[in-house]
């Protein structure tokens, strides 16, 4: 099914439409929530629900924008699964180990969705070339380290690691561009 059919159908009939985007989609918010919250199924089963609770709410918007699903949701998933690592971190539930908490430092770096920088970052990433596209959605939303991205795609670690110097080189341009800025300025 196509992301339009699948956002009209969310729109028609949203029980049906709900269990249609998550059998297509759900293996990939899943993804990308247990590289954020590893230790705690409950917590990464409540945020894919969250995730597509808001594909829900957003479905009207993102049908007239022609937005592309995947990326909407690995950005939503990604944001929510670091909003509630830090509300668990809060809790002192979760410590921070493995590097676990740079990795989410870089990556909240980029703008929450529905703010300009976030919408024009995703709009970005998605435009991008394969394998960049590939390699930044790895790299950022599903949190795998070089080493792994590079095994998956057949490249070097270095060319991994050259591709994403220049992809947020050519990201922040265009939010510079736009006057949007990061925090990572």
Same mark, same amino acid.
């Given at each position: 099914?196509?992301?339009?059919?699948?956002?009209?159908?969310?729109?028609?009939?949203?029980?049906?439409? @709900?269990?249609?985007?998550?059998?297509?989609?759900?293996? @990939?918010?899943?993804?990308?929530?247990?590289?954020?919250?590893?230790?705690? *199924?409950?917590?990464?089963?409540?945020?894919? *629900?969250?995730?597509?609770?808001?594909?829900?709410?957003?479905?009207?918007?993102?049908?007239?924008?022609?937005?592309?699903?995947?990326?909407?949701?690995?950005?939503?998933?990604?944001?929510?699964?670091?909003?509630?690592?830090? *509300?668990?971190?809060?809790?002192?539930?979760?410590?921070?180990?493995?590097?676990?908490?740079?990795? %989410?430092?870089?990556?909240?770096?980029?703008?929450?969705?529905?703010?300009?920088?976030?919408?024009?970052?995703?709009? %970005?990433?998605?435009?991008?070339?394969?394998?960049?596209?590939?390699?930044?959605?790895?790299?950022?939303?599903?949190?795998?380290?070089?080493?792994?991205?590079?095994?998956?795609?057949?490249?070097?670690?270095?060319?991994?690691?050259?591709? %994403?110097?220049?992809?947020? =080189?050519?990201?922040?341009?265009?939010? =510079?561009?736009?006057?949007?800025?990061?925090?990572?300025?």
């Amino acid at each position: 099914m196509e992301d339009k059919e699948l956002l009209r159908l969310l729109l028609r009939d949203p029980d049906a439409g @709900l269990r249609a985007a998550m059998q297509v989609y759900a293996p @990939l918010v899943k993804a990308v929530l247990v590289r954020i919250l590893p230790r705690d *199924a409950r917590e990464v089963e409540e945020a894919v *629900a969250d995730v597509f609770v808001a594909l829900w709410r957003n479905a009207a918007q993102l049908e007239r924008e022609a937005a592309p699903l995947r990326g909407w949701l690995a950005v939503t998933a990604r944001n929510m699964g670091i909003d509630r690592y830090r *509300a668990l971190r809060r809790q002192k539930v979760l410590s921070l180990d493995d590097g676990l908490g740079e990795t %989410l430092a870089d990556v909240a770096d980029f703008e929450r969705p529905g703010s300009e920088a976030g919408d024009l970052v995703g709009a %970005l990433v998605a435009a991008m070339d394969p394998p960049d596209r590939e390699i930044f959605l790895r790299k950022y939303y599903l949190m795998q380290p070089a080493r792994e991205i590079a095994a998956a795609l057949g490249l070097s670690e270095g060319a991994v690691n050259t591709r %994403l110097c220049r992809g947020r =080189q050519r990201l922040r341009r265009a939010l =510079q561009e736009k006057g949007v800025h990061s925090h990572a300025e």
